[in-house]
């Protein structure tokens, strides 16, 4: 009787299991086409302003946490936040040009850590701290950007009139309202709920095998110090993109304003461009499943 074939990903030794270049780009679509549609949900959820306070749904942060937690967390977090700017920002007519490249890279950066914070996606212990890792790296350095270039002229504040000071008081309630409602309602709790249970099951249809608790990936091969040099580096790349954006009178940006134009029915072409996506990579994951158990079938006669 021929023994089952195991997962193309699978190797023997300490550390993560390696992957070829075709289950890399697969997570990396996945991961992009899944945090799009989750995005273009954000756009019709209701915001309320109290006062110069604005409680909103920046984005449902359970989606990248749940990718990265149950698949390798970098390509997770180079995808999903592309996924945005495609199917959202680019599709919708709200692109920021270069000042793209700051949300861009802080969101990778948080996702990143968070998925390598997660040993084994049915901790939900370590879920949690994933899904407010991912808000609290993204809006902190988001924070620091905005107060840097009030700092040095390129914006202009957004205070309370004669007290200029309140810029701070109104970024730290900015944070905190963002990690409780897209850091925990809608990040860290449903993580909790879904990963658990889609780990060991969504990944053979991948053809992956499940993340090995013994076996986690590391912030950085060269150590951690190496990851936050990297991450420093990372972090002023996209502060110069975001005051080069403003000082450059927002280049690159891109606001056609189709959605004034044709109200919310317009995000259904955002939706199917996502779909159409998933559908061909659904298909094109089937394919090259089906050909490798066959090739493997061949080789055990």
Same mark, same amino acid.
């Given at each position: 009787?021929?023994?089952?074939?195991?997962?193309?990903?699978?190797?023997?030794?300490?550390?993560?299991?390696?992957?070829?270049?075709?289950?890399?780009?697969?997570?990396?679509?996945?991961?992009?086409?899944?945090?799009?549609?989750?995005?273009?949900?954000?756009?019709?959820?209701?915001?309320?302003?109290?006062?110069?306070?604005?409680?909103?749904?920046?984005?449902?942060?359970?989606?990248? +946490?749940?990718?990265?937690?149950?698949?390798?967390?970098?390509?997770?977090?180079?995808?999903?936040?592309?996924?945005?700017?495609?199917?959202?920002?680019?599709?919708?007519?709200?692109?920021?040009?270069?000042?793209?490249?700051?949300?861009?890279?802080?969101?990778?950066?948080?996702?990143?850590?968070?998925?390598?914070?997660?040993?084994?996606?049915?901790?939900?212990?370590?879920?949690?701290?994933?899904?407010?890792? @991912?808000?609290?790296?993204?809006?902190?350095?988001?924070?620091?950007?905005?107060?840097?270039? @009030?700092?040095?002229?390129?914006?202009?504040?957004?205070?309370?009139?004669?007290?200029?000071?309140?810029?701070?008081?109104?970024?730290?309630?900015?944070?905190?309202?963002?990690?409780?409602?897209?850091?925990?309602?809608?990040?860290?709790?449903?993580?909790?709920?879904?990963?658990?249970?889609?780990?060991?099951?969504?990944?053979?249809?991948?053809?992956?095998?499940?993340?090995?608790?013994?076996?986690?990936?590391?912030?950085?091969?060269?150590?951690?110090?190496?990851?936050?040099?990297?991450?420093?580096?990372?972090?002023?790349?996209?502060?110069?993109?975001?005051?080069?954006?403003?000082?450059?009178?927002?280049?690159?940006?891109?606001?056609?304003?189709?959605?004034?134009?044709?109200?919310?029915?317009?995000?259904?072409?955002? +939706?199917?461009?996502?779909?159409?996506?998933?559908?061909?990579? @659904?298909?094109?994951?089937?394919?090259?499943?089906?050909?490798?158990?066959?090739?493997?079938?061949?080789?055990?006669?």
């Amino acid at each position: 009787m021929n023994a089952a074939p195991r997962p193309a990903d699978v190797r023997d030794g300490s550390g993560p299991p390696e992957l070829n270049s075709g289950q890399k780009l697969m997570i990396f679509v996945l991961s992009m086409t899944l945090f799009g549609l989750a995005n273009i949900l954000t756009e019709v959820l209701p915001e309320v302003r109290i006062g110069p306070v604005e409680l909103s749904v920046s984005y449902l942060a359970f989606v990248p +946490v749940v990718m990265a937690s149950l698949f390798h967390p970098l390509y997770a977090a180079l995808g999903a936040p592309l996924g945005e700017i495609v199917f959202v920002d680019l599709l919708m007519g709200d692109f920021s040009g270069l000042g793209e490249l700051e949300g861009y890279l802080q969101m990778s950066l948080g996702i990143y850590i968070a998925g390598c914070l997660v040993r084994d996606p049915r901790r939900r212990g370590q879920l949690f701290l994933a899904g407010v890792t @991912v808000v609290v790296v993204d809006k902190l350095l988001s924070a620091i950007v905005d107060i840097g270039k @009030v700092m040095i002229g390129v914006d202009d504040a957004e205070f309370v009139p004669g007290l200029p000071e309140s810029i701070l008081v109104l970024e730290a309630v900015g944070f905190t309202t963002d990690l409780l409602i897209s850091g925990v309602l809608f990040g860290a709790l449903p993580a909790m709920a879904l990963a658990p249970r889609l780990y060991g099951k969504i990944e053979p249809l991948l053809g992956l095998a499940p993340r090995d608790p013994a076996r986690p990936y590391a912030l950085a091969e060269r150590g951690t110090g190496a990851f936050l040099l990297l991450a420093l580096v990372l972090a002023f790349v996209s502060m110069i993109a975001a005051f080069t954006s403003e000082i450059f009178d927002n280049f690159g940006v891109w606001e056609p304003g189709f959605i004034d134009q044709y109200g919310q029915r317009f995000l259904w072409i955002g +939706v199917s461009a996502a779909v159409i996506v998933l559908a061909a990579l @659904v298909v094109t994951v089937r394919f090259v499943v089906h050909s490798r158990r066959e090739r493997a079938a061949q080789e055990d006669r």
